[in-house]
């Protein structure tokens, strides 16, 4: 009777949440990084490089976006599993979030060297002055879209590209104050990260997803149902 009390108590789903996270957090790192992490330090650096690079180019943002599902799906009551969900939700998801996440690095490459172009030009004219605010003001929606981006993967199914983009930057500016919030946390969390290389490892992907996830619940929830009605 005891031990069912305590696994029916507060404290017992705490601690079962934080091991889903960092186990969760650990998912992202051996699916994603695995060649960093794990191969001998004899292996030549360009070969390490190459499928390092490789492989975190063609999993890192499906992972993430694999990791917001499972637990999405958690918080609504739809799966009490880590595993076998997250790899459910990558294979799901992996098509449009690579896709996704390409169009986001090319356009930031593209964003970054226009701003360094404008910059260097800055005292050289308006034209100039105009194309660098411009600029700045492009990345600064990118942003905040970006935020929203993985919940609008896994909360509308069967879109095109261009109608997760679209969507994307509606929600980061349907509830501004929402956006800010998150993005306030993200980058907390990042420099958390920096800071401390451990927190890094247990919790410094999974907490914030988990944080995004829970602020931004209650709003994808109504329209998702009524897209799944559809």
């Keep these: ?43 030549p650096n360009w070969l390490k490089d190459t499928l390092s690079y490789g492989q975190m180019g063609l999993l890192f943002f499906p992972s993430l976006v694999a990791v917001f599902d499972v637990i999405k799906q958690y918080e609504e009551n739809k799966s009490t599993s880590i595993l076998r969900p997250f790899f459910q939700s990558l294979k799901k998801h992996y098509k449009s979030s690579l896709l996704m996440g390409i169009g986001m690095l090319i356009i930031a490459i593209l ?4 701003i360094n172009v404008f910059l ?14 411009l600029t700045v003001s492009v990345i600064l929606v990118l942003l905040f879209s970006l935020v929203h981006l993985p919940l609008v993967l896994v909360n509308f199914s069967g879109l095109r590209l261009i109608d997760y983009g679209k969507l994307s930057v509606i929600w980061a500016f349907r509830d501004f104050g929402l956006t800010l919030m998150m993005l306030v946390i993200v980058v907390f969390v990042l420099i958390t990260d920096i800071v401390f290389p451990y927190f890094l490892a247990f919790f410094g992907i999974s ?13 994808y929830a109504k329209y998702s149902e009524k897209h799944k009605g559809l």
């Design 1 to 43: 009777m005891n031990s069912e009390k305590f696994m029916n108590s507060r404290i017992y789903r705490f601690l079962d949440y934080i091991f889903r996270l960092v186990l969760l957090n650990f998912l992202i790192f051996i699916t994603a990084l695995s060649f960093y992490l794990f191969l001998p330090e004899k292996t």
């Design 111 to 114: 964003l970054s060297n226009s």
């Design 120 to 133: 260097q030009q800055f005292q050289n004219g308006l034209i100039n002055v105009i194309g660098f605010f």
């Design 207 to 219: 907490l914030p997803i988990y944080l995004l996830v829970k602020l931004s619940l209650k709003s």
